[in-house]
Every structure is written in structure tokens, then in C-alpha cells.
């Protein structure tokens, strides 16, 4: 079945600096996800982007398809973006996703 | 649109109790899931329908969890004689067909 793998597990930054966060799946993928949790909180989706690149505000996602990769840019990272972000492909072109384990962002003033 | 609606937002029950969460998917979705959150486990899908049919349990604890979906505008997770490692919490999301997902704000879930 899909398998989904995030790296780093975990990030500290200074704000200000930029992340760079990777998603590798195992299948390939018709829908690809990006989602924030705040601590305590529930997820939040921040792109949906199976292919190609999109951006909104300071996210910017990359995702190859062929290569079965995606990326998340946080521009100009702020003390608010810190939480734990996942990514979450399709299985088998059905309604269904996996998740990943996560990148835990922590960014300090 | 008050997105995903999750009942109650804390549940406490004792072991061996009953323990039941609500969830109100986005007017219009046609599929809605039930996944569960833990430090050790992490995000675990559990079960999900679609135009209120059960398509996939492969995630839920066979003996003591059941889901159901009586009609469009809502579904409950039951779990039976509840143990502290169901402690959790049990999050809802909604979708349309083959679109992103929406979550719910969880239920947290505590067996004493």
C-alpha cells in the first residue's frame, strides 16, 4: 500500500528563515495534501497540489509527480508557523489518503 | 459554512463504559472519515463513507468500534467498553468526491 515519508521530523529556525520541508510517497498519487497542526489543535489544510507548483502567501509546494516527491517553502518563517505539518497522498484513486509522520517546525523570536 | 462539527469536544469515561462522538460533515459532502490521534501512533485512519455507504473499515478496532452514517448530515463512531488505550482524540473530515479533505476540531477522547 501507499507509504508516506517526511523529512526532517523535526526543524528549528530563527524567524525569519526559510523551511523547506519533503514529502516521498511510494505510489503514484492523484491528490497530494498539505496540513498544519497547531499544538493541541486539528489540521488545517494549507494546498492541495498533486503536480506541478503552487503557491499561497508564504507557502510555496512542488510536487514531481514522477519522482513521487512534494516539497513545502515557508518563506520568512514566523513564530506562528510553528506546529506540525503533514502531508497526505491518495491511495489507489479512491477518497481515502495516508498520512505521513509529520515535520514538527518549531521557530523562535 | 460552519465547516466540520465534532461532538463533544472532551469526553471522559470511565473503563468499561460506553462512549459515542458526533460528527456533522460539511452540507454537500459526500464522503466523511474518522481518523485517531495519538503521540505514539500518530494520525491513524479509521474508517469512512461514501453517500452514507461504509466503504472501508480496514482501520477500526474490530470487537469494540462501530461507525455508522444514518443520513447525509451526520455519523458516530461508538466505541464499546472503552480502555484507556482508546484515549485519543477522534478526529472527522469531510470531502468532496476525490477532493481535499476538511477536518473537524476533534473530539479528545480520556478513559480513566
Known amino acids: 500500500g501507499q507509504q508516506v515519508q517526511q523529512s526532517p521530523s523535526s526543524l528549528v529556525l530563527q524567524e525569519g528563515e526559510n523551511a523547506e520541508l519533503q514529502c516521498n510517497f511510494s505510489?503514484?498519487?492523484?491528490?497530494l495534501q498539505w496540513f498544519y497542526q497547531s499544538p493541541g489543535g486539528s489540521l488545517v489544510s494549507l494546498l492541495s497540489n498533486p503536480s506541478g507548483t503552487k503557491h499561497t502567501g508564504r507557502l510555496t509546494s512542488t510536487t514531481v509527480t514522477k519522482e513521487r516527491r512534494s516539497s513545502l517553502h515557508i518563506s520568512s518563517s514566523q513564530t506562528t508557523d510553528s506546529g506540525t505539518y503533514l502531508c497526505a497522498i491518495d491511495t489507489s484513486n479512491t477518497d481515502k489518503v495516508v498520512f505521513g509522520t509529520g515535520t514538527r517546525l518549531q521557530v523562535s523570536p | 459554512n460552519a465547516g466540520v462539527i465534532q461532538t463533544p469536544r472532551h469526553k471522559v469515561t470511565g473503563k468499561g463504559q460506553e462512549a459515542t462522538l458526533w460528527c456533522e460533515p460539511i452540507?454537500?459532502?459526500?464522503?466523511v472519515f474518522w481518523y485517531r490521534q495519538t503521540i505514539v501512533q500518530g494520525l491513524e485512519f479509521l474508517t469512512y463513507?461514501?453517500?452514507?455507504?461504509?466503504?472501508?473499515d480496514s482501520g477500526m478496532p474490530k470487537e469494540r468500534f462501530s461507525a455508522q452514517m444514518p443520513n447525509q448530515s451526520h455519523s458516530t463512531l461508538k466505541i464499546q467498553s472503552t480502555q484507556p488505550q482508546d484515549s485519543a482524540v477522534y478526529l472527522c473530515?469531510?470531502?468532496?468526491?476525490?477532493?481535499?479533505?476538511?477536518f473537524g476540531p476533534g473530539t479528545r477522547l480520556t478513559v480513566l
Open positions: 452540507s454537500g459532502h459526500s464522503a
Open positions: 463513507f461514501r453517500n452514507q455507504a461504509p466503504i472501508d
Open positions: 473530515a469531510s470531502s468532496l468526491p476525490g477532493a481535499e479533505q476538511y
Open positions: 505510489s503514484t498519487a492523484t491528490q
